[in-house]
Nanobody, 126 residues
Framework: QVQLVESGGGLVQTGGSLRLSCAAS????????MGWFRQAPGKEREFVAA????????YYADSVKGRFTISRNNAKNTVYLQMNSLKPEDTAVYYC???????????????????WGQGTQVTVSS
């Protein structure tokens, strides 16, 4: 069992930055791939970024590539999402998730993940 709690969301103007944090508790955190997803009102939940258990292999949605950076610190049981050059279309609830599987191809799909946080709101003003 893994428990996840997101923090760091808020209101920011276009072009600003935020850093989201996801604090994890539970067993064998270092063996999980970690992902960030987001969901805007009336929209489907979409993939944002993921990082594998080794902390090296990362994946990004095309819409955030070059602007967002995912990282993890296994010693602190924490995963981060650094968000730069924010746009109004980035406005959404952002969710942290943990994946215990071994498939590299499934880390971009929300239904592959075993555990989810409750989300943190990010609002980018236009």
């Amino acid at each position: 069992q893994v428990q996840l709690v997101e923090s760091g969301g808020g209101l920011v103007q276009t072009g600003g930055s935020l850093r989201l944090s996801c604090a994890a508790s539970g067993r064998t955190f270092s063996s999980y791939a970690m992902g960030w997803f987001r969901q805007a009102p009336g929209k489907e939940r979409e993939f944002v970024a993921a990082i594998m258990w080794n902390g090296y292999t990362t994946y990004y949605a095309d819409s955030v590539k070059g602007r967002f950076t995912i990282s993890r610190n296994n010693a602190k049981n924490t995963v981060y999402l650094q968000m730069n050059s924010l746009k109004p279309e980035d406005t959404a609830v952002y969710y942290c998730a943990a994946y215990s599987g071994s498939s590299y191809t499934r880390v971009k799909t929300s239904n592959a993940y075993d555990y989810w946080g409750q989300g943190t709101q990010v609002t980018v003003s236009s």
